[in-house]
């Protein structure tokens, strides 16, 4: 089978003209981050953020030509806006609901105001943003993303989940949902729909199994058009689950995205290694409020006789919760059904919603909620207010 190059791709992209300006996108320097890995291609499109919403067709063109090329077997490109410098970002959150005025504007605001940091970026009609963090993978990361997702939509909440980990997207499983979203006016993304939750995730537009080698500027892109090109709708909370660790990835989408806290998930081990005070310092470099820590796989729960073992000890999260200044959300068992549930895409909060893992998880959902809606006890700073006469 015939092997597409970088040099192909490039050369076929030279045919792709800007529509404004006279030129094709390689020659206008608007091509970027190409990645092209056993047949698949990735590349963004730089765009000046005005132009952005109009440019989907430009997008679409060179996704065809692409394609077109023997020995392609799948095309992704992504529009980026990039916001020059000395442009302010805009301001605020939208209006209306208890946590409209508070966590979510007051992050959107600070990071505003703190200049610096390009390319943030606001999702109109998204109240709260919250991120599920991890020192390190493997700890159950995503399946207290998906749980607590659902659990803020059993409560009342309308939410959404954003499947932030783009190293290994895990929501089409977790969640599962199968086939592609879809754009019904060629802009924007509709997000899919499943358990109650609207959700997003580069998992839909890549096959599971195709390997995703990213580049810095690729990161962003991808994060930026799962964030603003999708519609959302009117939502009370987006859950981000972000990808494992605390590299530079972790800390540029802690920096980009407008949120209004974070929740870092650890198992006993992990606190005991300190990798979740790790996670705890990335956010508090980038000034998001660590909304509190959750305790996974804290004991093991015997599927046979029902008892309990405290494998790693007892009591560490949260006495190095209260060592680190942050509260201690809840711990979930390490449990038989959490795992088979979370791995057949029915998560345990649905599937056995009179179970006592159910009833953790909605009262996590629960606390953090009101945490957002009152700025005070999500310890969210106040930014200053600059007035205008
Ligand atoms: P991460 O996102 O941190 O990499 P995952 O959520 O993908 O972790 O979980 C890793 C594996 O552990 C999955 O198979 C998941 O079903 C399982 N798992 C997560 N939490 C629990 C739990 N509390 N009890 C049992 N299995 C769990």
């Not at 799948?74 to 301001?91: I, Y």
């Not at 964030?227 to 009117?234: I, K, Q, T």
């Amino acid at each position: 089978m015939a092997v597409v190059s970088e040099s192909q791709v490039l050369d076929a992209l030279r045919c792709v003209p800007d529509p404004d300006r006279g030129g094709d996108i390689v020659s206008l320097d608007m091509v970027s981050g190409l990645t092209v890995k056993d047949g698949h291609v990735l590349f963004s499109i730089e765009v000046d953020p005005e132009r952005g919403p109009r440019l989907e067709p430009l997008r679409q063109a060179a996704e065809r030509t692409v394609q077109a090329l023997p020995g392609v077997l799948s095309v992704t490109a992504m529009l980026t806006a990039h916001r020059q410098a000395g442009q302010s970002a805009p301001q605020g959150a939208p209006p209306g609901g208890p946590a409209a005025g508070s966590a979510a504007g007051q992050a959107a605001n600070r990071r505003g105001g703190g200049g610096g940091a390009g390319g943030r970026i606001e999702i109109e009609g998204v109240k709260a943003i919250i991120a599920v963090a991890s020192g390190k993978g493997g700890v159950g990361k995503s399946t207290t993303a998906v749980n607590l997702a659902v659990a803020f939509g059993v409560n009342g909440q309308r939410v959404g989940l954003l499947d932030a980990d783009i190293y290994g997207p895990s929501m089409p499983r977790m969640m599962a949902i199968s086939g592609k979203p879809t754009s019904p006016d060629g802009q924007r993304i509709d997000p899919m729909h499943k358990h109650g939750v609207s959700v997003m995730s580069i998992g839909f537009m890549v096959p599971e199994d195709t390997p995703m080698i990213w580049r810095g500027p690729m990161v962003q892109s991808a994060l930026t058009q799962m964030l603003r090109d999708v519609n959302w709708g009117e939502l009370d909370v987006l859950v981000v689950d972000m990808p494992p660790g605390t590299g530079d990835a972790q800390l540029t989408m802690a920096q980009s995205v407008p949120l209004s806290g974070a929740v870092i998930v650890s198992t006993p081990q992990d606190i005991a290694l300190l990798d979740a005070r790790k996670g705890l310092n990335m956010f508090r470099k980038v000034d998001v409020p660590v909304l509190g820590i959750i305790e996974n796989m804290s004991y093991f729960a015997c599927p046979h006789c029902g008892g309990r073992s405290e494998i790693f000890g007892y009591g560490g999260a949260k006495a190095e919760a209260e060592r680190l200044g942050c509260e201690f959300l809840g711990e979930v068992p390490l449990d038989l059904h959490i795992r088979e549930a979370s791995d057949a895409g029915e998560p345990i909060v649905l599937t056995q919603p009179e179970s006592e893992h159910a009833a953790i998880f909605r009262a996590m959902a629960g606390r953090l909620w009101a945490k957002l809606a009152d700025p005070a006890a999500a310890g969210v700073r106040q930014a200053p207010r600059i007035l205008i006469q």
